[in-house]
């Protein structure tokens, strides 16, 4: 585009006097506000060639914005829903996602871009200055508002006849009691819910995965052993409730090398098991180190020593797990011999 | 006297019909008096004001495609055997939620994009006010008349926040169960009332069978609800008020300079909705988010590793990993610190910056308007304090990821966690010395800018041989605009002995608020900015350039 095309009138005015100079107009303070500096045309004001070329650019945006509707519109139709390609860098996903989002995103995108482009190149750029008005009323407005006000609180008599005004208060501030009554159902009380769970003596410790009581030389040393109580099965109706309390884990260590004195009386040749539920914030502790007897929960990384009664000893975590009593049964299965002595899972205010 | 309606002035037969539609409508809801003051209202144009733009279209794109969400999920706990199309979860029992969630992302055409529209752009929307709260801040367009819209703006943050995590529990997969678990936990340890709410929220013991329905309403109709109320409320005010501008030639306290509403902002801002739902839409069909089939039903005792919530609830996340495992056992009751006090520190830290606008303009004793914005150095206590904020959120995000960090810069858990101990309370002190110093720097420059000009890299030999670079004076804009903010004096207690000479006690308020006020604004703080007597006698002077 040279400047040849441009018909001299639609020039714009002799720019401002070339840098180096400096254009103080205010002598007194040359730090004065200036104003607002003069309008400058852009090319699409001064060339209607310019102008006809944003305009087209503008359009190609809307077309290709109909094209990929269109292309949506085919993709939704055309595409198996369980076809999935190969697309790099993303690895493979699934065909029809791919093309619904990104037709849908040219669709939309276009059209933006076109409306930003016909607002840049061909609405009018100029600057305006709008007035502002102060937020606050004038005093003259707000003495009328004060003095309807006191007009109005006069005529109501609210301030002369003090048994309504109270009475009236009474009444406001109870009658939303009933709607803090009708939220008791939201819910049981607490009562002692959280200190027990579905252990007691006599209950086998069935292995999670094969659904079936274990043995002492089931378990080997080294080895880590998700249990819950026999009878509970997954289809149960309180399946979640139950196993989020019972949950278990069932690990063997060497008896030597068992530190806590009840720990090793609580176990059983060396079976230990404890609460699978984290005393922090209740998440499943899952992360076994077999060399350091260490058991790390996932969720906030506390870190127990399963050979010291479980005691804490890295992150949030504020007590030790709960340890589970458990024995050999007749058939030399293995059985709790009690429930937990205390609430697994999270500490809460009434624990104690 | 149907003659004399045909006298009236405006000859209906023949104006086109958009004027009689528009007609027939002002005479019914008197749309013209609006229109008359808002049509051509003038808003001024800067990269950064769109960064409340992206919040509302995203919160617009997140009711649309949430509306479609609902017409295929299944807000409820019951135990169902998957048969759907997606072959790995074939037979396995999960909730009716999870389900219908597998069902929208493999067997509804279009669901998982429209699914993944929705998460990616709650993900934008709340990294959005994020980035948009600290435009507010840091150029001080929340002081008066705007307190209200940023106390607004907090509360659309927080509930954003909430209204985020409800959505991602919703489908009962076994990461959000997860996030729903801590946050149970978290509700635990509350002092007296903990295992009451607890209760009450899930209907009984965790995780019960109530949960998904109710915070579903909590989801799609309480808070949105609620959140619709304060957008348009928000979008009120910044009409009512009329946007801030950044000082410049020609723009003062008492205008507003830039271009009318109707064409080129609702162009642009109305295209700008569209550049954002086509980047949204694009990336949802790009990138997977929260695929829950890869993670399974939830279970309260299974677990992935690397468990994370969306990055809003990071910060909450870190408080909780950070904080050392305190409990006081005592009189048969237990004060659960370790959980409770990341609680409190949540709610503090939010608040500190809800009311930082309150704090502020008492330390200043401002009562004026605002209208033009501060560059950030312009105010570097508070620029310092903004920083120090966000280094604090930073650091426990990080927090709230030591896991992942941990793994992939292969370092030790115990490490990482120290450091965010640590560095919660050191680097915000830290950032705020650092950036005040920057800022004071940049009040320096600027100053020396006005004072002896730009430097033009123009390198010039005398006849002497000496080597001098040519700076370039400034144009009267270029000053104005560098000179054109204004300089707080710090606050005095006053004189302590009165008229009288009777000794006056100065009131403890008033002391911190001297002693505030002499950190804002004392010699420490600020570089006093040139005069026009300086400039004069440096211009008048011997040529420096």
Known sequence: ?352 | MSTAANDAPRSRGKAPAGERVADWADGRLGIYSLAKANMRKIFPDHWSFMLGEICLYSFIIIILTGVYLTLFFHPSMNEVTYHGSYVPMQGQLMSEAYKSTLDISFDVRGGLLIRQIHHWAAIIFLAGMFVHMMRVFFTGAFRKPREINWLFGFLLFVLGMFTGFTGYSLPDDLLSGTGVRFTQGAILSMPVVGTYISMFLFGGEFPGTDFVARFYSIHILLLPGIMLGLVVGHLILVFYHKHTQFAGPGKTNKNVVGMPLLPVYMAKAGGFFFLVFGVIAAVAGLVSVNPIWAIGPYRPDQVSTGAQPDWYMGFAEGLVRAMPGWEINAWGHTLVLGVFIPLVIFGIFLALIALYPFIESWVTGDKREHHILDRPRNAPTRTAFGVAWVTAYMVMLIGGGNDIVATHFHLSINAVTWFVRIGFFAGPVIAFIVTKRICLGLQRRDKEKVLHGRESGIIKRLPHGEFIEVHEPLSQEQLHTLTAHEQYKPAEIGPTVDENGVERKAKGTDKLRAKLSEAYYGEESQIPKPTVEEYKEITSGHGHH
């Open chain 1, 1 to 352: 585009m040279s400047s040849q095309d441009i018909p001299e009138e639609n020039l714009p005015a002799e720019q401002d006097a070339p840098h180096g100079a400096v254009k103080v107009a205010d002598e007194e303070n040359p730090f004065a506000d200036p104003g607002l500096p003069p309008h400058e045309h852009r090319i699409q004001d001064i060339d209607e060639q310019a102008a006809k070329r944003s305009e087209r650019a503008v359009a190609l945006l809307f077309t290709v914005s109909m094209l990929a509707t269109i292309g949506f519109i085919a993709s939704f139709v055309a595409i198996p829903h369980d076809k999935s390609i190969f697309i790099w860098p993303l690895g493979h996903i699934n065909a029809m996602n791919f093309a619904l989002g990104l037709t849908l995103g040219v669709a939309l995108f276009t059209i933006g871009a076109g409306a930003v482009h016909w607002a840049r190149t061909l609405m009018s750029d100029e600057e305006v200055a709008d007035e502002r008005h102060a937020i606050e009323a004038d005093t003259e407005t707000r003495a009328k508002v004060h003095a309807d006000f006191k007009q109005g609180a006069k005529e109501s008599v609210i301030g002369r006849r003090k048994l309504i005004r109270n009475t009236m208060l009474g009444a406001l501030t109870l009658v939303p009691l009933s709607g803090v009554v009708l939220l008791r159902d939201l819910g049981p009380l607490p009562g002692t819910k959280l200190r027990h769970t579905l252990w007691s003596k006599g209950k086998l410790l069935v292995n999670m995965n094969t659904n079936e009581p274990m043995r002492p030389s089931d378990i080997g040393v080294g080895s880590l052993t998700f249990a819950k109580p026999e009878g509970l099965e997954e289809h149960d109706h309180d399946f979640q409730n139950e196993i989020a309390k019972a949950a278990l884990m069932i690990i063997r260590l060497e008896p030597d090398s068992i530190k806590d004195k009840r720990e090793l009386e609580w176990s059983h040749e060396g079976i230990v098991a404890y609460s699978k539920i984290c005393t922090h914030v209740g998440c499943p502790i899952s992360l076994y180190e077999q060399q350091t007897h260490h058991a790390l929960c996932p969720c906030h990384q506390s870190t127990f020593d399963l050979a010291d009664g479980a005691r804490v000893i890295f992150g949030p975590a504020g007590h030790p797990l709960p340890q589970l009593r458990i024995g050999v049964n007749d058939e030399g299965y293995l059985e709790a011999l009690s429930d937990f002595e205390e609430p697994v899972g999270p500490a809460f205010w009434e624990r104690g």
